[in-house]
């Protein structure tokens, strides 16, 4: 409960004293209800609801039971504007953000462990700090398999690949150059170039014996032919046997380099059909993977419209026409998609504008459906060839109302499906977890009963001769 307090003198070097100092702070404001937390659980889950603006039923009762009868009468002070709301949707109690209240309830955490009793200010300290702990592990934790972070990487270590094997490939090819010129001519690729130069070494000693070799690199025979031919008149200066060990091995790590490089695309290619498969059934793995670390997250691509999409990439160009009062650009990093390469000139602008409203579709769906599956990309994609043939053809593509149904009812399919094969699996699981817990306690039982007292009576020959009468057992 708080006396009035005039915002115009809220910021006076007296008023900030008063909520420095506890006596003159327990003046203005009064402890009337208090509700601990049950536990530590509770607690997160209190924090939680307070961050998403959601109203908790701890908090309604609380609310409940201690605000006055008369909602009108009643002004509650909230620190978060969200929360405000949702109380004033639920309960009908005004709300009030920022400016006095803050003030108010800077002072109240201040002054909190003098408000209750029975709580010092290092308990309070302490409780305050395991509860920010558990607030961001919980907010840090996440579905291994829908983490887009791997993504941006992946992208960002493809791109800096690409860049790092074309200057290798270029100082490979310069290098081995001096001594076999003519095969820069031949071979233009630069990974078959590298494993050629780590193939032949010295071309003197390139013969008819090596041209089967030659086939399985260039996977021609007329170009090893050829090769073989240049060897044999080539220009090129003689290398010492050091010089060639050296650019073996350089091209060794740049072979090496690129077949990482295909890994890397595979690995790519998996994470987006688990992360956004709509996104790359409809514009490809690598565009999508672009647009995604381009965004920051999908979540933020998600949020993005179709007209910033339509230029995501290409924001240096947007704002130098903005500058100059020339023509914006019709199309960012989605000109890479092979819709647009496809399209006339003049339909170009016209296609980059209708994909990025697909893409934008295509995203949000990935990101917010719970199980992501591939049937809206895919059928997103025809909406775009469709859109393709029309502007060619003249053909009318089909109403977008129609492949949405189509594509919910083969959706729902495919969802209902992964549900079935992942309840099979669970079961399995299951029945593999309650066999090893079997197994655990027979094996418990025959330790229990091999430990405990056995107790009998022998009688027969002993083993020196004669007879005796003994008890035999194990200590218990």
Known sequence: AVREVEEISLLLPQVEESVLTVGKFHNVVKLVAFAPFKSAQSALENINAV??????????????????????????????????????????????????????????????????????????????????????????????????NMIIQSISLLDQLDKDINTFSMRVREWYGYHFPELIKIVSENYTYCRLAKFIGNRKELSEESLEGLEEIVMDSAKAQAILEASRSSMGMDISPLDLINIESFSSRVISLSEYRKGLQEY?????????????????????????????????????????????????????ALKTRGNTPKYGLIFHSTFIGRAAAKNKGRISRYLANKCTIASRIDCFSEVPTSVFGDKLREQVEERLAFYETGEPPR??????????????????????????????????????????????????????????????????????????????
């Open 268 to 320: 790519l290619r998996s994470k987006m059909s688990q992360v956004a498969p709509s996104l790359s059934a409809l514009i490809g793995e690598v565009v999508g993977a672009r647009l995604i670390s381009h965004a920051g997250s999908l979540t933020n691509l998600a949020k993005y419209p179709a007209s910033t999409v339509q230029i995501l990439g290409a924001e240096k160009a947007l704002f130098r």
């Open 51 to 148: 961050s998403e603006g959601i109203l908790h039923e701890d908090l309604r009762l609380l609310l409940e039971t201690s605000m006055p009868a008369k909602k009108k009468k009643a002004l509650l002070g909230v620190a978060d504007a969200k929360i405000g709301a949702a109380i004033l949707e639920e309960l009908g109690y005004q709300c009030q953000t920022g400016g006095v209240v803050a003030e108010i309830l800077r002072g109240i955490r201040l002054h909190f462990h003098a408000l209750v009793k029975g709580l010092t200010a290092q308990s309070a300290s302490k409780a305050q700090l395991g509860l920010g702990h558990s607030y961001s592990r919980a907010k840090v934790k996440f579905n291994v398999n829908r983490v887009d």
């Open 399 to 476: 109403k977008n109302l129609e492949v949405m149904k189509e594509a919910v009812v083969e959706a729902s399919e495919v969802v209902a499906e992964v549900k079935r094969k992942q309840e099979k699996k669970e079961k399995k699981k299951k029945k593999r977890e309650k066999r090893r817990l079997e197994a655990l306690a027979a094996a418990a039982e025959e330790v229990e009963v091999g430990g405990c007292q056995v107790g009998g009576v022998w009688d027969g020959p002993q083993p020196h001769g004669g007879e005796a009468v003994g008890t035999w057992g194990s200590p218990g």
